[in-house]
C-alpha cells in the first residue's frame, strides 16, 4: 500500500512538472524501479548538470523531467537485462527568483583582513589564497590565531587553526589547507599583549 501511495504522489509531482524546465538549485528525486540502490535526490549544480551513478555527468538545465528521464534510461539501458527500465525523475523543489549569483560555491573572509566578505571560489583554493583575494591581513590582526571554520554535513563543526606568522618564516606549511565551499575564514584583531 505505501509503494502504491509513493508511486500515486511520484506520478501526480512528474505530471504537475513534467512541462516545468529545470533550473540551477532544483531538487530532483530519482527513482531506478530496477534498482532501488540507485534512488537519491540530487540538486542541479550552479552549472546546469547533476551526478548520476553509471550515467554520469548529464546536463540538465533548461530541459524537463521527461527529458532528463529519457536521457537516464539510454544511458543505463546497457547495465541492466530489462529492455522496460522505469526511471522516475520528480522535482522536489524548486527555488523560487534565487539569483544565479546566489547558488555559486563561496568561501566567507571575516575579521582584519582589507577586504572581508564572501567570495565566489571556481577552482582548488588554499588558506592563503583566499587571505590574498581578501586584499591580505590587515594591520591589527592576530596573525597566529587564524581559523578556517568548516561545518559538516551532520553539522559539526572543524576548527583549523593557522599560524600566518609561522608560515611566512617558513613552517606551518601543512596549516595552508585546501578551502572547500562555505568555510569561514576568521581573522581576529590582537590583543593587547599579541
Not at 512541462?19 to 546546469?48: C, E, F, H, M, W
Not at 613552517?171 to 576568521?186: A, F, K, P, Q, S
Amino acid at each position: 500500500m505505501r509503494t502504491l501511495l509513493a508511486l500515486f504522489f511520484l506520478s501526480f509531482l512528474v505530471v504537475g512538472a513534467s512541462a516545468q524546465t529545470l533550473k540551477s538549485g532544483d531538487s530532483l528525486s530519482i527513482s531506478v524501479l530496477q534498482d532501488p540502490k540507485l534512488d537519491r535526490t540530487v540538486v542541479i549544480d550552479p552549472s546546469g548538470q547533476i551526478a548520476f551513478p553509471l550515467a554520469g555527468h548529464i546536463q540538465a538545465r533548461g530541459l524537463t523531467p521527461q527529458a532528463i528521464e529519457n536521457i537516464l534510461k539510454s544511458k543505463l539501458k546497457d547495465n541492466y537485462k530489462d529492455d522496460s527500465l522505469d526511471v522516475t525523475v520528480a522535482v522536489l523543489s524548486a527555488p523560487k527568483d534565487i539569483p544565479e549569483e546566489d547558488l555559486k560555491p563561496r568561501i566567507f573572509i571575516t575579521g582584519e583582513v582589507v577586504r572581508p566578505g564572501s567570495y565566489v571560489v571556481r577552482q582548488p583554493t588554499t588558506l592563503m589564497q583566499a587571505i590574498a583575494l581578501a586584499g591580505g591581513i590587515g594591520p591589527f590582526a592576530a596573525k597566529s590565531k587564524i581559523q578556517v571554520r568548516r561545518r559538516a554535513p551532520g553539522g559539526s563543526e572543524t576548527i583549523f587553526m593557522f599560524d600566518y606568522r609561522a608560515y611566512e618564516h617558513g613552517y606551518d606549511i601543512e596549516g595552508n589547507v585546501r578551502l572547500r565551499t562555505g568555510d569561514v575564514i576568521m581573522v581576529p584583531e590582537r590583543g593587547l599583549f599579541d
